[in-house]
């Protein structure tokens, strides 16, 4: 292929790679709009919200007060005679209503003082007030008591119309149009014809535990989630629509936006999602660390989504199918951007010597068919084991990927962190150099000394005895060593005994304890620094080097160190290289001896990086500890780099 044609493919890839990207850019962005905004919190340990109107809130604490809260801020508070059960407001938002734990139903005036209280027989456990002014109260004792009612009081009356046993806790109670429904413990669903003074329309048995629930009569729909995180939806009749499993975890509040005809739920990990009236969620979004208590509406025809504990979040549910498609579009993107990787590639692999040498390496491998074909099974198999989880850990990395919540895409938060707000990081990275520094040093010193030694020794049968002897420590498990290393460095251990001995009590030390030798002395752990592996590697380059280069360097008169520096040294720089490369490796990725010896303490004296990446695996946060081993990574590669930088000098060949 001609260079000036060649010329013309780049260019032209370039222009498609451009624009592609330009377009894929502007339909993510047209999709990426902030769905939500967060906000100070009012009120911290909600127990229950309502809308009062489009701009205040009525909401219960885990305690005994009410709030009222008008554009983010408290104007109104009111402390009760017990733990807040749940609150309700009329439809024109100028009274209110509170039920305690004692069975008392408080009606409330504008600044939230009492007016009226009316008894219940049992602790109020849901509260809602219908359009026509009726209050519906949900109370009862115990998880299945038979005394668990769900009563209705018309508006203004003392007394209840009806009253339903529903012979289980009341989780869920929701009110609207002429109907009020209900979700029990026992997993049941019942609904009240409000119309009718409160007579139960039906009553249905879900497979569980039912853990909130709301109705929409616009679309004769109720609503009922439960304890599996499974959305279901009921007719008007009582029968199972449909049901979708939402999430891992209970559904703590339901609610429905009738303008862009979408389903928005909360869980008890403070998980919102947001779903179509087919069952589809287009938006997961994390929100808060605790349950979220209720969604209620707002002035602007958003939402605001309302924690036990953390910022109150604003929702955009018009947002929601546009960035549901943004979300859809991105593996499009990134497998456009690697279609354009992988052309231009095979284009330069088709050009020139590069065309020539690939059709040799294809003529090569069709040859030896037979045996590619028999060793693939292997490569597969590393590559799934070994490949794929290094290629997902780099995914994660740009993810949030939690134990706790569903999976989302953060970009280069997770590294941004690290790099800005991660102080342990950072106190990790220079401990970790100053613990690669002196282990590379143990690693090349001690072994190559002792190599030495039994490399001059003239009996061979003293050489085979000490090269054994040598060799006979890695038989002990590292896991032993470490354990006998930090009971020599108790306060009552080994050293502190010595030095004790010899009248040096003023010496004695928390050898471990202290921030000042903690680190040096998880260096010093593991005395004489003999290790098999390298003194075999240094032993065996020792035994390969010609004897007469070592006669000849005699002839010119080069004493022991000369000939140490000279011969040995220049004859053992692969084997210099490997150790060097394993014993970088094996210090940037080990932290057991330091998570053994001191956990990273005192303090962080000891926090080392891949230390970190574990305290954060255990905690559950695996996208920034996947963020924490793709920058080790790199500095492994980096390194790796450095060592295989420089060429081999022609006596490494000749070797």
């Known amino acids: 292929m001609g260079r000036g044609r060649l010329w013309l493919l780049a260019a032209a890839a370039v222009v498609v790679a451009a624009a592609g990207n330009a377009g894929f850019a502007t339909a993510y962005g047209s999709g990426g709009s902030d769905l939500r905004s967060a906000r100070p919190a009012a009120v911290t340990g909600v127990a229950d919200a309502v809308a009062v109107d489009p701009s205040t809130t009525l909401v219960a604490t ?54 009226v209280a009316l008894r219940v027989p049992d602790a109020v456990a849901g509260l809602r007030v219908a359009s026509d002014g ?30 339903a046993r529903v012979g289980a806790s009341v989780n869920g109670l929701d009110a609207a149009g002429g109907t009020a429904v209900y979700g029990t413990l026992a997993a049941q669903v019942g609904e009240l014809t409000l119309d009718g003074g409160g007579k139960q329309a039906w009553q249905v048995t879900l497979p569980q535990p039912v853990t909130s629930v709301a109705a929409v009569p616009s679309r004769g729909w109720v609503l009922a989630g439960d304890s599996s995180g499974r959305l279901n939806l009921l007719d008007d009749h009582g029968s199972v629509s449909g049901s979708v499993a939402v999430g891992p975890y209970p559904l703590t509040t339901v609610a429905y936006d009738p303008a862009h005809d979408e389903i928005l739920t909360g869980d008890q990990h403070g998980t919102l999602r947001i779903l179509d009236d087919s069952g589809r969620v287009l938006v997961t979004s994390q929100l808060a660390n605790s349950p979220l208590r209720a969604i209620v509406a707002t002035r602007r025809g958003d939402y605001l989504a309302v924690p036990q504990s953390g910022v109150w979040s604003t929702v955009d549910t018009g947002a929601a199918r546009a960035a549901y498609r943004a979300q859809r579009l991105r593996p499009w993107w990134i497998a456009f951007d690697a279609v354009l990787v992988v052309g231009l590639l095979v284009l330069l692999g088709l050009t020139g010597r590069r065309r020539a040498g690939l059709a040799r390496t294809g003529r090569r491998v069709w040859r030896n068919r037979l045996a590619y074909l028999m060793v693939a099974p292997t490569v597969l198999v590393v590559a799934g084991l070994t490949f794929y989880p290094a290629v997902t850990a780099f995914y994660y990395s740009f993810t949030n990927f939690s134990l706790s919540a569903v999976t989302e895409w953060v970009g280069l938060s997770n ?62 498990p590292t896991l032993v060593i470490t354990l006998l290393w930090k009971q020599v460095f108790d306060p009552y251990g080994l050293i502190n005994s010595l030095l004790s001995a010899v009248g040096l009590d003023s010496w004695r030390h928390a050898w471990l304890g202290d921030e000042a030798t903690a680190l040096w002395s998880v260096i010093g752990a593991g005395f004489p620094y003999l290790t098999a592996f390298p003194f075999l590697i240094f ?16 002839i010119d008169g080069a004493g022991r160190f000369r000939r140490f520096v000279h011969v040995d040294l220049a004859h053992l720089r692969p084997q210099l290289r490997i150790v060097g490369f394993l014993g970088l490796v094996g210090t940037v990725e080990n932290f057991a001896s330091i998570f053994i010896l001191t956990n990273g303490g005192p303090g962080d004296a000891t926090e080392v990086p891949a230390l970190e990446m574990y305290t954060r695996i255990g905690s559950g946060d695996l996208g920034y500890a996947s963020a924490i081993g793709v920058i080790l990574f790199a500095v492994i590669v980096a390194a790796t780099m450095f060592i295989l930088r420089f060429r081999r000098s022609a006596m490494e060949v000749d070797a």
């Open 62 to 115: 885990l305690g005994d007060q009410v709030a009222l809260v008008r554009d983010g801020r408290v104007v109104a508070r009111q402390a009760l005679d017990a733990t807040v059960g749940g609150v309700a407001a009329s439809a024109d938002g100028s009274t209110y209503y509170a039920g305690t734990s004692l069975g008392t139903v408080y009606t409330l005036d504008g600044s939230l003082h009492p007016t």
């Open 415 to 476: 590294y941004r962190t690290i790099f800005t707000g991660d102080t342990y990081f950072w106190v990790g990275v220079k401990n970790m150099a100053i613990v690669t520094g002196f282990s590379l040093l143990k690693t090349v010193t001690v072994p190559l000394l002792a190599a030495e030694l039994v490399f001059w020794l003239r009996n061979a049968i003293h050489q085979y005895v000490f090269r054994t002897l040598f060799v006979l420590s890695a038989v002990v």
């Open 539 to 554: 032993l065996g380059g020792l035994l390969t080097i010609n004897r007469e280069i070592y006669e000849s360097a005699a």
């Open 134 to 163: 009726a209050v519906v109260v949900a109370h009862g004792s115990g998880a299945f008591g038979q005394n668990s009612t769900v009563d209705v009081y018309p508006a203004g009356a003392a007394t209840a119309s009806a009253v």
